[in-house]
Nanobody
Framework: QLQLVESGGGLVQPGGSLRLSCAAS????????IGWFRQAPGKEREGVSC????????NYADSVKGRFTISRDNAKNTVYLQMNNLKPEDTAVYYC??????????????????WGQGTQVTVSS
């Protein structure tokens, strides 16, 4: 089967860090952009970050810029989201998605081919 699986979520205190992973099985990520999205209770899903298929270009939401870093290791068929200086407002279910595009233009509104099941991130003292 073709799927994306997120991992690495958990409970952390404000100011802490987590690294999320998005691993693909059944297909190769080399030719896909990967977007990270999150959804908090009562809110719409929002784009967090995106990385181009080559890894040469990245996009970040203003709310996470300077704190989050997206990267990919195509040899491992995995994309990562390093989250530093976490804030309570970062609490959400985080999803990764793969789209057959070259770049991340309009990544927050484009349709995607595959979605992961999500991983919970909770930032609380």
């Amino acid at each position: 089967q073709l799927q994306l699986v997120e991992s690495g979520g958990g409970l952390v205190q404000p100011g802490g860090s987590l690294r999320l992973s998005c691993a693909a099985s059944g297909f190769t990520l080399d030719y896909y952009i990967i977007g990270w999205f999150r959804q908090a209770p009562g809110k719409e899903r929002e784009g967090v970050s995106c990385i181009s298929s080559s890894g040469g270009s990245t996009n970040y939401a203003d709310s996470v810029k300077g704190r989050f870093t997206i990267s990919r290791d195509n040899a491992k068929n995995t994309v990562y989201l390093q989250m530093n200086n976490l804030k309570p407002e970062d609490t959400a279910v985080y999803y990764c998605a793969a789209g057959k595009y070259f770049g991340c233009t309009h990544y927050n509104s484009r349709p995607y081919d595959y979605w992961g099941q999500g991983t919970q991130v909770t930032v609380s003292s």
